[in-house]
């Protein structure tokens, strides 16, 4: 089989689309998932159906060749070309007897690619060649075979036979290559080439590694951002909300050179910051409320999660906290966890992709497609959690979590055998029956050479503040989907470890960094960057962070049931006020089903616009008594004056001399009630400042985290 498996995989036949559909297979052909399970295929084409498929008096009459080739009807398509090497190496293959292997047949042991790294010029073209290596030292080309996938198809294409093409767009991608089950990699560098002359000061050591592919892609940064900029960008990034215009007077008006440092500190001490990322966290965590009942452990688990973020409670010991727990959710809330996640197999899967950045869904049933975690080591990861037990309390609904004592071990689904605990990639580990299984995968995970646990943390955190991960998503790290600055992911990386696994310090060193603080205005040259970290790449804030955006702006409040009046939309403990509020429900707030930050919608849509324009929560903000609109209108202050307040509200800037005349003459303008009289010019001069605070809350400028 070890040539026939690459035919049936370069052709298509065992995808998960055609005969390796969970299951059934189609049409009662199952093969395995790009043929990691040989044997099981074997069987399958050689005996299953009587051995209807293949006919050795006659191979090229056999149904595998006549269905490839589409000489007979076949619902996929025509496979095989016939008189081709594929198609004669079938034949072959069924003339000769269809042996599974012969005497001393060399295994494969692995693939290599040539170029393994090549710098391309924008829309030129590469070939690349495969070899296969196997266990007698002997190797031969496979580049025909061979399947290859770029992991941005817009900055490169790879055809069937290994030509890889670049596009238009500079930075680096990886060409991902499969055969027989191996995997391999070629590294794509693609220069821009423009002069890069001068460089922002280096601040620490994301700035050296940021500036240094710049300097070798060709791409010129833009410069530092602006005060006022900055001031907005990193209140909304750790504090979740826009500064009040009282603070942004102050910053200004500083002449302090580290006061940039200095605010960045003030915000990781607030208990915005606590209550920002505790909002992140819980989402992602699965504090969802599926009937009145969770409330006690959605508001308890939630506010450990703050307190344990106000507090800088190192990130290894947040998560030995929530992985080893046991007790009541009253007595210990991180047990919360486990009244949403029950299921050992669920629990290993959200623990893999939400703190090792694996996704290790796809090995339940068959050999990661594009990694080499196979069935076992899913089976493995699960013996973790098979001693968990669970009681019940006094208080309906409520469980006592607790570790059982016995031998820690998982049953194998397929081939029945029972597996004990192991970290990826790790071998078999000895628990005692009186020992947690669940505190020696905490031990494996917070290992400083454990090589997944700090990179899925820190690449997380790279996005919230970059828009975008160094590996794209943020939660699938792995050999064929290498980060976009490899120098940088392993210097953040170490840098986390070193720290303790301290959060506010990563925070404090990606926020101190001027590839942070750079524009968001591209320049000439690096306009099309989408992954070099080039200029700041705005993008739109949440719905929560929106939310509390427009009630600062309007001077009103958002008022949530079972929360105190003032309570803001980033401190909600749970999912169940996206029922209760349209503008989060529209906004696109997770639900907190999966532990994917892909179930956040940032996307623009018409149903947002429309509701900034017409909804009748966002009318009332606008009119409410007490609110900006009000105040503006009473304030014994120029008119200019009560302007500038506003636009340092908006968007924390001065409003331009042009800002300030149009703005003048639109509230200075007479207006009617809806019968048609004149309204006093008080009133009047209110329904301009409402028209004016719909139409800055309805901006870019305001929307967008720039």
């Not at 605990?421 to 505190?439: H, K, T």
């Not at 792995?478 to 992911?489: G, H």
């Not at 001027?514 to 320049?523: K, R």
């Not at 001077?555 to 169940?576: E, Q, V, Y």
Request: glycine share 6%; net charge neutral; proline share 6%.
């Amino acid at each position: 089989m070890n040539d026939i498996e690459p035919i049936l995989t370069k052709a298509g036949c065992n995808a998960g689309v055609c005969h390796a559909k969970a299951i059934t297979g189609q049409r009662g052909f199952r093969l395995s998932v790009l043929g990691f399970e040989p044997e099981e295929d074997y069987e399958a084409i050689v005996k299953q159906g009587k051995g209807r498929r293949v006919f050795p008096p006659a191979p090229e009459e056999s149904l595998l060749i006549t269905k490839g080739a589409a000489i007979v009807p076949h619902t996929g398509g025509k496979k095989l070309e016939p008189g081709s090497e594929d198609y004669k190496t079938l034949v072959r293959w069924i003339a000769e007897g269809m042996n599974y292997t012969v005497k001393d047949e060399a295994k494969l042991t692995g693939i290599s690619v040539e170029p393994a790294r090549v710098t391309m010029k924008v829309k030129t073209t590469q070939q690349l060649k495969v070899t296969a290596h196997y266990s007698n030292g002997g190797s031969r080309d496979v580049t025909k075979l061979a399947l290859y996938e770029a992991n941005d198809r817009a900055m490169a294409e790879a055809s069937e036979l290994g030509m890889v093409k670049t596009l238009d767009i500079p930075g680096n991608v990886a060409v991902m290559v499969r055969y027989g089950g191996r995997v391999s990699v070629c590294s794509v560098s693609v220069p821009l080439g423009a002069p890069v002359d001068s460089m922002p000061p280096v601040k620490n050591f994301i700035d050296q590694h940021v500036f240094a592919n710049l300097k070798q892609i060709g791409v010129p940064p833009s410069p530092l951002c602006d005060d006022s900029t900055f001031l907005r960008r990193v209140y909304l990034d750790i504090g979740g909300r826009v500064p009040t215009a009282e603070e942004t007077k102050a910053f200004l008006a500083s002449h302090e050179p580290d006061k940039r440092d200095k605010v960045i500190d003030t915000l990781l001490n607030s208990p915005d910051y606590a209550d920002y990322f505790a909002n992140k966290w819980t989402a992602l965590l699965k504090n969802t409320r599926s009937e009145n009942a969770d409330i006690t452990s959605n508001f308890a688990f939630h506010a450990w999660m703050r307190d344990s973020l106000l507090a800088n409670l190192k990130y290894d010991q947040i998560v030995r906290q929530i992985l080893a727990s046991t007790g009541t959710i009253v007595s210990n809330p991180p047990v919360a966890w486990y009244k949403r996640v029950k299921e050992p197999t669920t629990q290993l899967e959200d623990v893999a992709q939400l703190f090792l950045g694996v996704r290790m869904q796809c090995a339940q049933c068959h050999h990661h497609p594009f990694e080499r975690w196979t069935q076992a080591e899913y089976y493995h990861l699960a013996a973790f959690f098979s001693q968990i037990g669970r009681k019940p309390t006094a208080i309906a609904g409520e469980d006592l979590i607790f570790h059982k004592r016995g031998i820690a071990q998982t049953e194998h689904r397929k081939t029945r055998v029972m597996l004990k605990p192991a970290g990826l990639g790790e071998p078999e580990l000895d628990i005692a029956p009186d020992d947690d299984p669940r505190l020696a995968l905490v031990d494996w995970m917070s290992k400083k050479d454990n090589p997944f646990f700090a990179r899925a943390l820190v690449n997380r955190y790279w996005k919230h503040f970059f828009k975008r991960g160094l590996v794209e998503p943020e939660d699938d790290l792995r050999d064929s989907n290498p980060p976009t600055n490899p120098e940088l992911f392993d210097a953040l990386a170490k840098s986390f470890t070193d720290s303790g696994y301290d959060l506010k310090e990563l925070v404090r060193t990606i926020a101190q960094s001027h590839a942070y603080q750079l524009s968001s205005t591209p320049n000439q040259y690096n306009a099309i960057d989408r992954q070099a970290f080039s200029h700041y790449y705005p993008r739109r804030m949440t719905a929560e962070v929106m939310l509390d955006s427009i009630d600062m702006l309007t001077g009103s409040k958002t008022d949530f049931a079972d929360l105190p009046p003032g309570t803001r939309a980033i401190s909600l403990p749970d999912n169940s006020y996206n029922r209760a509020a349209p503008f989060l429900k529209v906004f696109g707030r997770p639900e907190g089903a999966s532990v994917c930050e892909c179930e956040r919608v940032q996307s623009a849509s018409l149903a947002q616009s429309l509701h900034l324009m017409n909804a009748s929560d966002v009318k009332a903000k606008l009119t409410a008594s007490g609110g900006r609109a009000e105040q503006l209108t009473k304030a014994e202050m120029p008119e200019p004056k009560r302007i500038r307040e506003l636009y340092l509200a908006a968007f924390s800037r001065e409003p331009t001399a042009d800002e300030v005349k149009i703005s003048e003459s639109y509230i200075a303008k007479p207006r009617t009630d809806a019968a048609g009289k004149p309204l006093d010019s008080q009133r009047a001069r209110r329904n301009g400042y409402e028209d004016l605070l719909w139409a800055l809350l309805n901006t870019k400028e305001f929307m967008y985290n720039h």
